[in-house]
Each structure stands twice: as structure tokens, then as C-alpha cells.
């Protein structure tokens, strides 16, 4: 089944730790985002990359950094300098550029030790 | 400035009932899309639909119907006879066909949709 696949699920971070989230998609899609979501904020962007070997920074990239060797995956890594990132992590994928749907994965949601 | 209002944050219905999700977008654009996605309970957003603005016809997908009105700026979303398992968050997001390298999805916040048996 083609799909977008993150992981882990839940994941816990402590204080001083860069940790990296994994995105992986099987759709042959050429653009890749990642999403941040609070409580009552709706989705905010922190990356994205529209072909391998080039990426964007969103709305909210500070403390943040991606890569984008492979066009299956996008890995986020969520540095010390993110000083609140606590939150539910949404990876997403689509054919083109944001006229197209967007597919997306079931989340990592991380936690502050 | 582009932007998407949802303004129920919160709807709470019985089961079988019909409701509307309401969605208001402002864009200088005259080309561009619209979406809704659904967020059940396990997290993971779920695409519905997808609108041009050149597009004004009605949309029907079984208890789903989608309502677009340009001269509202409006793209409102029914679910007829509403299930427990239409229990989700939905959003509506915006995307403009012509915002060049800076283009991404607006999303308006979402409407928390509660149906009870």
C-alpha cells in the first residue's frame, strides 16, 4: 500500500537533545512538508522541499532543520534551540506544489522529559 | 492578505443530524483552490476535497455535500445525517495557483465536530 509512514509515534525529548523524527513516503511525490500542531492553533509549517536537494523554511522554522537526500524521505530534527516542542508532528507529501491534495502521515507527537 | 476563517471552533450534534461546517477564505487571487480535510481521533489528516475557484458547482459524496460561493467567499461543508464516526476536527485550507516560490496551504483553524449517539 503506498502511504506516508512516520515514526515513532510518541517520542520523548530532554533538555539539551537535538532529536530527529522520521518521514518516509512510497507515493513518488517530489514535494514534502512538515507541520506543527498545537491545541487551537490549527497546522503551522515549519519546512518544506518541493525536489531532493532543496528545501523551504515555513512559517515557524526556528530551532527546526530538515534534509531532503532521498525523495522518499524528509527527516525533521527538532534541535535544542526549539525551546517549546512539545507538540503533534504531521509529515505530508503531494504531487506538485500545494494546488495538489496533500497526503499525510499519522503523526509523532513528542514530549518534553 | 490570504486567510481562512473557521468560525465554529466547537460543534456538538446528535446522531442523524444534518450539519454545516462553516469556512470563509479572503484571497487577492482570482485562480486559486480550496480544501477540507477531516482529523479523527488517531491523528492523521484525511483529504476530501479539492475546489478550483473556476469551479462553482456543488459537490455531493454520499452524506458529504460542499457548497461554494465566490460571491461569499464562502466553501461550507454539510454532512447529512451525521454518524459517531464523523466525530473529527475539520479544516478548511486555501492554496493560491499563482504565490510563486512563497506558495503554501492557509489553514483556518478547525471546527472540533462532536456526534453523539
Known amino acids: 500500500d503506498g502511504g506516508i509512514t512516520q515514526s515513532p509515534k510518541y517520542l520523548f525529548r530532554k533538555e539539551g537533545q537535538n532529536v530527529t523524527l522520521s518521514c518516509e513516503q512510497n507515493l513518488n511525490h517530489d514535494a514534502m512538508y512538515w507541520y506543527r500542531q498545537d491545541p487551537g492553533q490549527g497546522l503551522r509549517l515549519i519546512y518544506y522541499s518541493q525536489i531532493v536537494n532543496d528545501f523551504q523554511k515555513g512559517d515557524i522554522a526556528e530551532g527546526y532543520s530538515v534534509s531532503r537526500e532521498k525523495k522518499e524521505s524528509f527527516p525533521l530534527t527538532v534541535t535544542s534551540a526549539q525551546k517549546n516542542p512539545t507538540a503533534f508532528y504531521l509529515c505530508?507529501?503531494?504531487?506538485?506544489?500545494?494546488?495538489?491534495?496533500?497526503?499525510f502521515g499519522d503523526g509523532t507527537r513528542l514530549s518534553i522529559l | 492578505a490570504q486567510k481562512v476563517t473557521q468560525a465554529q471552533t466547537e460543534i456538538s450534534v446528535v446522531e442523524k443530524e444534518d450539519v454545516t461546517l462553516d469556512c470563509v477564505y479572503e484571497t487577492r487571487d482570482t485562480t486559486y483552490y480550496l480544501f477540507w480535510y477531516k482529523q479523527p481521533p488517531s491523528g492523521e489528516l484525511v483529504f476530501l476535497i479539492r475546489r478550483n475557484s473556476f469551479d462553482e458547482q456543488n459537490e455531493i459524496s454520499g452524506r458529504y455535500s460542499w457548497n461554494f460561493q465566490k460571491s461569499t467567499s464562502s466553501f461550507n461543508f454539510t454532512i447529512t445525517a451525521s454518524q459517531v464516526v464523523d466525530s473529527a476536527v475539520y479544516f478548511c485550507?486555501?492554496?493560491?495557483?499563482?504565490?510563486?516560490?512563497?506558495?503554501?496551504?492557509?489553514w483556518g483553524l478547525g471546527t472540533s465536530l462532536a456526534v453523539n449517539p
Open positions: 485550507a486555501l492554496s493560491e495557483a499563482y504565490a510563486g516560490n512563497n506558495r503554501k496551504l492557509i
Open positions: 505530508a507529501s503531494s504531487r506538485g506544489d500545494t494546488n495538489q491534495p496533500q497526503h
